[in-house]
């Protein structure tokens, strides 16, 4: 026979889905929230989104070119990923220059030292962010009001998010009957109409994102169901012990970032467990620990720093929890 | 409708020669009939060169307890016994014989004549499958004589037969099931006879809506065999996952089937028994599927054991220019084949062509823990882990993890995004704590 055959074992067929695929998949599924942030913050969505999208990757090119002398992998998306979701963490006018230190540290610091894609512990875009918070918290924390597509980038109107007002106004010893009026309804919430980090406002968006993930079996439902519904759990039973103290559940799930965290950051591959039922309980480690911060903490807001301190258990988990092998329990009938 | 419940995948199904009806190959020039068509050890040859054997006569005797019959699939002389590259790709002893003719022996009832009484006891029956030289026609070509007997202070409920045909491409049991339906329910209420049980599942896939049907219509003369169809889903066809699709019974790791009650025969295989217990018939051809996408006329053929896949290809309209690479068996767990000159053998339930583009391994990433390894793997393994301790030579943790449960059925390799070669290092891990496991025992006995 003149050409060679191939004798490659077993199996001899492989399924269409790669790691490209999947990575440009949860980039399609966060462009509706991104469009939705155009529309209400205008120009300066724009700006922040590709600012942190290109520093994100010329990073891991300028970090895998000549740090570590390996192959390229900038094109398998995952960068691009970390860019989108480091930009929907952030204030729609806040400064170019911090943006590039926050992708530094994203890329450079919370993945590529640990080898890239998929050794990293901790979310990059996560850790990105709250070294931004810590670092920058003024400009971290002035967010801008949505005016729509016309608001310009740096002089844009700013305001406290709803956490914010209640956090404060609670503080401050207003009741909340009187600082529910302050802020948006549910409505408005759900629609995304209220100050915020730019990708995390628009509900509805950030779900059809959710919804077609799901459809393409990017990922599955348990961590953001578990996140989201331990914290209805858990706000619902403050909320029924005392309504005048604790904002109702609807508020703490479309107020701040449960929803993209829910989605977007929690079910990030790298950092989160591999089986089922780690996925549950880690989902509700993310719900239970966003609402502790929030009524408990010093910050209105909690799920990053919820979602970085369950990715420290995630090793844990995967050595500890593991699933019942078929036939470990004999039950027949 | 039922299935197992954890893990598998849907791979394409491209059973591109299920309307084939069987069409039977004529007997080569010549043909080389390899001793180990079987698990188990090697039969014993029993002719010598410049014998005249006719087509059906035994040529190679059962060794010991786990070993099987060898007949001739031709007449012919034996020109000389050698060793010879089987499908495996490893080397065995054949007999060649140079064909003359196609004188069968008597014995034979080679009438087209259904015979559907059932004269043999339950013991005549075992004895008549080790005698035929029958083994599982699923691929695994276990001893079926074997499977008929139930150990003692055992019980089996029911027998289970496997018609699933799970991997993509092959069609050669759907072909037998349409064609053949009513001898291979005769053949089931042969097995259930042998085993002593009154009741049979037949389990069927869902894509093979004519097979169901012609089953069911006719299972109705028939008593005790009911036909259930399943929820499309690869490795059904596995044994473990069958019999919990079926009955809903967990098979433990390292035991039997008839230690949860049941006993599972292949399709082909329920064929074959019929045509040795009724028609005498011993082993020595099989229906083959041939196919691929670039074949000019893919099929199904009945071929003697022993013809080279060369002739089978040229029947199928030759060897298409861009062949990259030639699998015997089906894609998911068939064995890549070297050369076209290997003989058929008892195991051979398809050959499949790759063209060159559909041959190479996809490109490998790294792990970007997916889990989608885990949420396919039907016996619950961690696969990503297993490959993972196995490249860092961590045997006796992978064992600790369920390494030796795999059964190799590749679910985790076909759905991985990143390409990793996950099975090649789970199966060389196996292959490892097995054998680190027999030394542990050599050495225990020694000290004792």
């Known amino acids: 026979m003149s050409n060679l055959l191939n004798i490659s074992p077993s199996p001899h067929t492989h399924g269409k889905d790669t790691t490209k695929k999947l990575m440009y998949g949860v980039v399609l599924a966060l462009m509706p929230a991104l469009f939705t942030s155009v529309f209400y913050f205008g120009t300066g969505a724009v700006i922040v989104t590709l600012t942190s999208v290109i520093s994100c990757i010329t990073f891991e090119y300028l970090i895998q070119r000549f740090i570590l002398k390996k192959p390229i992998s900038i094109t398998d998306g995952s960068a691009i990923v970390t860019g989108l979701l480091l930009a929907f963490n952030l204030p729609s006018n806040i400064p170019v220059a911090i943006i590039i230190i926050g992708s530094l540290i994203a890329i450079g610091v919370a993945k590529m030292t640990f080898g890239g894609l998929g050794n990293n512990p901790f979310n990059p875009a996560l850790v990105g962010r709250v070294f931004m918070l810590i670092s920058f918290p003024v400009q971290m924390t002035s967010w801008p009001v949505p005016a729509g597509f016309g608001t310009g980038y740096l002089d844009a109107v700013t305001g406290a998010t709803p956490l914010a007002i209640i956090k404060e106004g609670l503080k401050n010893g207003e009741s909340l009957s009187g600082l529910m009026e302050k802020i948006p309804s549910a409505f408005q919430m759900f629609m995304g109409k209220m100050g915020g980090s730019m990708g995390e406002v628009a509900a509805f968006a950030l779900l059809i994102g959710f919804v077609y993930m799901l459809y393409k079996k990017i990922i599955t439902w348990h961590i953001p169901v578990s996140v989201i519904g331990s914290i209805a759990l858990f706000t619902s039973i403050l909320w029924l012990v005392n309504p005048e103290l604790n904002a109702d559940p609807l508020f703490h799930i479309l107020a701040g970032g449960v929803l993209l965290g829910a989605i977007f950051m929690a079910t990030d591959y790298v950092t989160s467990p591999m089986n089922p039922k780690s996925m549950i309980i880690y989902g509700c480690g993310i719900g239970i620990l966003t609402v502790i911060i929030r009524v408990w903490g010093a910050y209105p807001e909690g799920v990053s720093f919820a979602i970085l301190i369950m990715n420290a258990f995630v090793p844990l988990m995967n050595t500890y929890i593991k699933p019942k092998r078929f036939g470990e329990e004999v039950k027949n009938g | ?448």
Not at chain 2, 95 to 107: A, C, H, K, M, Q
Not at chain 2, 348 to 362: D, K, V
Request: charged share 20%; hydrophobic share 40%.
């Open chain 2, 1 to 448: 409708m039922k299935t197992f419940p954890s893990g598998g995948i849907h791979p394409p199904e491209n059973k591109l020669t299920a309307e084939m009806a069987i069409a039977s190959l004529p007997a080569p020039e010549s043909v080389t009939i390899p001793v180990s068509q079987h698990i188990g050890a090697p039969a014993t040859i029993i002719v010598n060169k410049g014998d005249y054997v006719k087509t059906g006569q035994i040529i190679a005797t059962s060794k010991g307890f786990v070993s099987s019959n060898i007949h001739s699939s031709v007449s012919g002389k034996v020109n000389k016994t050698d060793t010879v590259i089987d499908t495996t790709g490893y080397k065995q002893t054949a007999v060649f014989i140079d064909v003359e003719g196609d004188e069968w022996i008597e014995t034979i009832d080679r009438s087209d004549e259904i015979v559907s009484e059932i004269k043999l006891s339950s013991d005549e029956i075992i004895e008549k499958c080790l005698e035929s030289g029958i083994v599982g026609l699923g691929g695994a070509t276990f001893p079926s004589h074997i499977k008929l007997k139930v150990p003692a202070g055992k019980k089996c409920d029911f027998l289970i037969i496997n018609g699933v045909e799970c991997e993509p491409f092959l069609t050669s049991d759907y072909r037998l099931m349409v064609e053949k339906g009513e001898e291979i329910l005769i053949g089931v209420t042969i097995l259930m006879k042998a085993l002593g049980v009154d009741k049979a599942m037949f389990g069927i896939e869902n894509n093979k809506p004519a097979a169901i049907k012609h089953l069911t219509e006719l299972s109705k003369k028939f008593k005790g065999i009911s036909i259930h169809a399943l929820k499309v889903k690869y490795p059904q066809g596995a044994e473990k996952q069958l019999i919990k699709a079926l009955i809903n019974r967990e098979v433990p790791a390292g035991h039997l089937p008839v230690d949860v009650g049941a006993v599972v025969h292949n399709a082909g295989t329920a064929f074959a028994v019929y045509e040795a217990v009724q028609k005498n018939k011993p082993l020595f051809e099989r229906v083959v599927t041939i196919t691929g996408k670039t074949m000019t006329r893919p099929g199904n053929f009945l071929v003697r054991t022993g013809t080279p896949v060369r002739k089978l290809i040229e029947a199928a309209g030759g060897l298409p220019a861009d062949t990259g690479k030639i699998v015997n068996g089906g894609p998911m767990m068939g064995k890549a084949i070297n050369n076209i000159d290997v003989p058929v053998v008892k195991g051979t339930s398809g050959i499949i062509l790759f063209p060159a583009n559909e041959s190479e391994r996809a490109e490998i990433n790294p792990c970007i823990r997916c889990a989608r390894c885990i949420s396919v793997c039907a016996l619950k393994l961690e696969p990503f882990l297993l490959m993972t301790l196995s490249e860092k030579n961590m045997f006796e943790r992978a064992e600790q993890e369920g390494i030796t449960n795999c059964m190799e059925c590749g679910s985790c390799s076909y759905s991985c995004p990143a390409g990793r070669p996950i099975l090649d290092y789970v199966r060389l891990g196996k292959a490892t704590v097995n054998r680190l496991a027999q030394e542990r025992k050599m050495q225990q006995t020694a000290t004792n």
